[in-house]
């Protein structure tokens, strides 16, 4: 194990134990060197890496503290990885994805307030107006996260956004297919929306997972060679 390696392990152990718990600021530098045995600059590296993950914060002037440790926070970290996957990969989290998406939309059909339906059908507008695929994406993404957000579970919510971050690198509607594919998920947007709206959770959630399922099989089908920013189908 080399030396920042053993750093990054006996700091995430001093964390996950509560000995050094969420919001509390870490010891000075040279008593964890002595502690853990590494030098200030494997230290260093150490700290950094689980800054990254959004699990320690270093702050400009007042020290290094452990971050709130939300769960939501942690997984959004997942996305340096996630984002890593090549589509075969990625076609394998959309098992996941299917379940999580119709279980959110289930909540979302229970607890939607009328601000929240009036908001995902003005989305719906917005995404049958465009021919900008980069916008349709974006609305794409502002649609799945409203429902994810009505679900009532900002953990799940979070969870979500880094799957369909990944997703959205593939264009399929700037395909030739495209306008045809863009028409198909916005009809399953409306079916989603309307589910939700009727307070039905049975048909929400069967929805939410035929709309997931059916950009699974376009990926599977049309599997693009080059990945771009934007554009594709959420």
């Known amino acids: 194990m080399s030396a ?15 000995r050094l718990a969420a919001g509390e600021r870490i010891p000075p530098e040279a008593d964890l060197c002595e502690e853990l045995g590494v030098s200030r600059g494997s230290l260093r590296e150490a700290v950094r890496m689980l800054a990254a993950l959004g699990v320690i ?71 049958e107006a465009t021919d900008d695929p980069a916008e349709a994406s974006e609305l794409d993404h502002r649609f799945h996260a409203e429902i994810a957000r009505a679900g009532g579970n900002p953990t799940l919510a979070s969870l979500l956004a880094v799957f369909r971050a990944r997703s959205r690198k593939y264009q399929v509607f700037t395909l030739p297919e495209g306008p045809e594919l863009r028409a198909k998920s916005d009809a399953d947007h409306r079916v989603l929306a309307t589910a939700i709206a009727d307070r039905d959770p049975g048909a929400a959630a069967g929805a939410a997972e035929a709309h997931v399922a059916q950009t699974e099989r376009w990926l599977r089908a049309l599997m693009p060679p080059v990945e771009e920013e934007d554009g594709s189908a959420g």
């Open 57 to 127: 914060e270093p702050r400009h002037g007042s020290g290094t503290y452990v971050s709130q440790l939300r769960p939501e926070d942690l997984i959004g970290s997942l996305s340096l990885t996630l984002q890593l996957l090549p589509l075969p990969g990625l076609l394998e989290v959309y098992e996941i994805r299917r379940v999580l998406e119709a279980h959110v939309a289930a909540k979302a059909a229970a607890r939607a307030t009328p601000g929240t339906i009036e908001t995902l059908f003005s989305l719906i507008e917005a995404m």
């Open 4 to 18: 920042v390696d053993k750093a990054f392990h006996g700091l995430r152990h001093m964390i996950a134990t509560g």
